[in-house]
């Protein structure tokens, strides 16, 4: 079985920074990619960030520029830096990671999600 737990979100004013974690744990053997979205009230999960087991990286034209994905490997753990907030960026935001497990096979999991957000 794999997990993987998101945290790092909350309340933060317009302007402010967050920054999320996502941490995965369990049979694994490579962590190939770990990827955020965004879920807002009545709007469709959006894709934020992905980072690759090389480290490569690619985000969304919304969030270039005030988003940055990084990854530590010996923590199995992705991380989304967030700044200059603004009450749009107002969402669930969720990790899903495409591994694979001790026993060879690739798999995806996605996290339950943390709550991000943003008001004065």
């Known amino acids: 079985q794999v997990q993987v737990v998101e945290s790092g979100g909350g309340l933060v004013q317009p302007g402010g920074s967050l920054r999320l974690s996502c941490a995965a744990s369990g049979s694994i053997s490579i962590i190939y990619t770990m990827t955020w979205y965004r879920q807002a009230p009545g709007k469709e999960r959006e894709f934020l960030a992905r980072?690759?087991?090389?480290?490569?990286?690619n985000a969304a034209d919304s969030v270039k520029g005030r988003f940055t994905i990084s990854r530590d490997d010996a923590k199995n753990t992705a991380y989304l830096q967030m700044n200059s907030l603004t009450p749009e960026d107002t969402a669930v935001y969720y990790c899903?990671?495409?591994?694979?497990?001790?026993?060879?096979?690739?798999?995806?999991?996605w996290g339950q999600g943390t709550q991000v957000t943003v008001s004065s």
């Open positions: 980072i690759q087991h090389s480290g490569a990286t």
């Open positions: 899903s990671v495409d591994i694979v497990s001790e026993d060879g096979l690739r798999l995806n999991y």
